[in-house]
């Protein structure tokens, strides 16, 4: 499941405010919990942020009902890709509730992306003043939801000028971006995607090279949202580039690779790599950003047992 699936199945997600399915009995005690008046199911080591549509067939199509699920089994964040396509009432009944349930917001993608053709790689004018426009805008949603975090991909590469000229060019709308942000405390951070799998094409690729971009910004409000599938797939060697791009990481997202699944459904390790943020004293956000590996309730449920099974070092 890639990016652009994500965003529509989040938008489509938000548009129904009722379900035909059956809520789980455990909504009610969500619901109680929302009030105050019960304890969590369990209480994971890190912020660990499904998002909408994840748990549907438990908590129904309602975003609301949906959160309340995810607050009744442990959660305590939420990752919506696709927020900025909400209604500016949904975004406000959304932020409300993740008020009400003591749940942090995580990131949203704060501009749109153009999968095909340079973006901020190009020196056009005109597409770099979009992209501010909607930076500023994203302020506003973020006031919404009360987030700190926003997605930045910095969009396909430009085939003609040297690489080095196009990173140039990202870094000098970064910095008039990041200026934007740091009245705000927002903080815009930038997201390495594989070119071998799931976005070819794209400029920003590795760790390393969204390190040093955010080095030459040298903003507080520009860091890296360090996506362990992507550099599963473009790197590996995840623990030791967490180490040595960690003054630079700001977020975390999970998928295991091959599937791009929950965590024990592919190669990565994650109870180790989760164990090691932790340990260097991690406690941001982990974005849930990938698919059940099953369909329906079990699936969820699955999902949920899943992130039991890679929190429970000691």
């Not at 910095?175 to 903080?187: D, Q, T, V």
């Not at 340990?279 to 992130?307: C, L, S, W």
Request: with cysteine; proline share 5%.
């Amino acid at each position: 499941m890639d990016r652009r699936s994500f965003v529509q199945s989040a938008l489509a997600i938000g548009a129904g405010l009722a379900s035909p399915i059956a809520v789980d009995p455990v909504i009610a005690g969500a619901r109680d919990l929302a009030r105050g008046g019960t304890q969590p199911r369990r209480k994971f080591k890190l912020g660990y942020a499904p998002h909408f549509g994840m748990f549907r067939q438990h908590a129904g199509a309602d975003a609301v009902a949906e959160l309340e699920f995810m607050a009744a089994e442990g959660f305590t964040a939420l990752e919506d890709n696709g927020m900025r396509g909400r209604a500016v009432d949904e975004q406000e009944r959304i932020g409300a509730a993740l008020d009400r349930l003591r749940m942090r917001m995580g990131v949203f993608v704060a501009h749109t992306i153009n999968w095909n053709e340079p973006t901020l790689t190009t020196p056009d004018a005109a597409i770099r003043e979009t992209f501010l426009k909607e930076i500023r805008e994203s302020v506003d949603i973020a006031k919404r939801v009360n987030a700190k975090w926003m997605t930045v991909v910095p969009g396909h590469v430009d085939r003609r000028p040297h690489l080095d000229y196009q990173t140039a060019q990202v870094v000098e709308t970064l910095k008039r971006a990041a200026a934007i942000l740091e009245p705000h405390s927002l903080i815009m951070v930038l997201e390495p995607l594989n070119t071998l799998r799931n976005h070819p094409g794209m400029f920003l690729r590795e760790v390393p090279q969204a390190y040093l971009v955010c080095k030459a910004v040298a903003s507080p409000s520009c860091k890296i949202l360090f996506d362990m599938y992507h550099q599963q797939i473009t790197e590996g060697n995840l623990i030791p580039n967490i180490d040595a791009a960690w003054d630079e990481v700001a977020y975390f997202q999970v998928g295991d690779n091959p599937g791009r699944k929950e965590p024990g459904t592919g190669e990565i390790n994650y109870r180790n790599v989760f164990r090691h943020i932790h340990a260097k004293g991690f406690t941001g956000v982990v974005g849930m950003e990938h698919g059940n590996a099953q369909p329906g309730r079990e699936g969820e449920r699955a999902v949920i047992d899943a992130y039991i099974a890679a929190d429970s070092w000691t």
